[in-house]
């Protein structure tokens, strides 16, 4: 069990606590609530050791698509392959934003 | 016979493929038992497949040819004798007290069901693999859509005071975990062959984009 922090530059935009994905294997869990810190604080609990690498990378190609907003967003991960955990990061993000606008 | 994910397959493990650039580890020939098919695209021919190693670190992707298959099981079959019954941990082992528990109920609703994970590996190969901390994998066969207010009803006769437990419903289309299906997220995570992706219509056919615009 691994826990790794990402501190991220983020944007100050309305969002709404959001709760996606699921505990089973080769999924996870994104939770995400606004926050004051004044960037995208990011806390995942993982199943993999030394997935760090792993985990900078997903969060990199999401940064390549849209700026991440001013949120704490907390990640309970299962084993889950990149693919799937961009895909959950990415619903959470939308269902945050959604009503908050 | 066409293979489906999860379905455990007994193979010469020195004919498999490596799944990417990398040969396969050595200890994929040195064990042995049968590969797990995996949910990814395969060329004519050939099937995707995981193996299992000692520990969860030991897992390998790879590609089987389907002329090499020697024989096959799938995880309803894996239930069809109980063999949970006879295991000498029935009654302490918490993943085979919780399947003690839901196998009846599972059955009185004429549900199609199987066990995956490891204990599934471990009826059809006699090898130990539960470990103290072990869920308990199931999967139903839906070629029917199952309705969320079914699938939270389903749910909720499901549950034990056990072990976690993780079902898994089989779509025509790919899998959904039966727990989000019940749950209130809109869009739920469909596992296919090419890839996971959100849908609130798990049994629809995934419409064509060019066509779409046409």
Known sequence: MDTLNFKRPARAEAIRPALVGYVGSGD?????????????????????????????????????????????????????????????????????????? | MSWRPHDLLWVQRERLLPAGEQPLPDWVSAGSGPVVVRRAPASSGLIAIGVRGRDKRERCAAFARLADV????????????????????????????????????????????????????EFATGEAQL??????????????????????????????????????????????ALAEWAGPSRQVMLKTQFGPRLTDAPWAPQQDRRTQAC
């Open chain 2, 131 to 176: 470990r103290p901390s072990s869920d308990l994998d199931l999967v139903i066969d839906t070629p029917v859509p199952v309705s969320r207010p079914q699938a939270s009803w389903l749910l909720r006769s499901l549950e034990s005071n056990g072990c976690r437990v993780d079902i898994q419903l089989e779509t025509p289309q790919g899998a959904i």
């Open chain 2, 70 to 121: 020697e024989r096959g099981l799938t995880p309803f079959e894996l239930c069809s004798s109980a063999p949970w019954r006879a295991h000498p941990e029935r009654q302490q082992h918490p993943v085979l007290v919780t399947l003690e528990q839901l196998a009846p109920r599972l059955d009185a609703r004429a549900l199609r069901w199987g066990i995956t994970g490891s204990l599934g590996y």
């Open chain 1, 28 to 101: 996870l869990e994104v939770m995400i609530e606004p926050s004051s810190a004044g960037c995208a604080d990011i806390h995942i609990h993982t199943s993999t050791d030394g997935s760090e690498a792993r985990w900078r990378q997903v969060i990199e190609l999401i940064e390549s698509v849209m700026k991440l907003p001013v949120m704490r967003m907390d990640i309970h991960d299962f084993a889950a392959t990149p693919g799937v955990i961009r895909l959950r990061i990415e619903q959470a993000l939308e269902l945050a934003r959604e009503d908050a606008a």
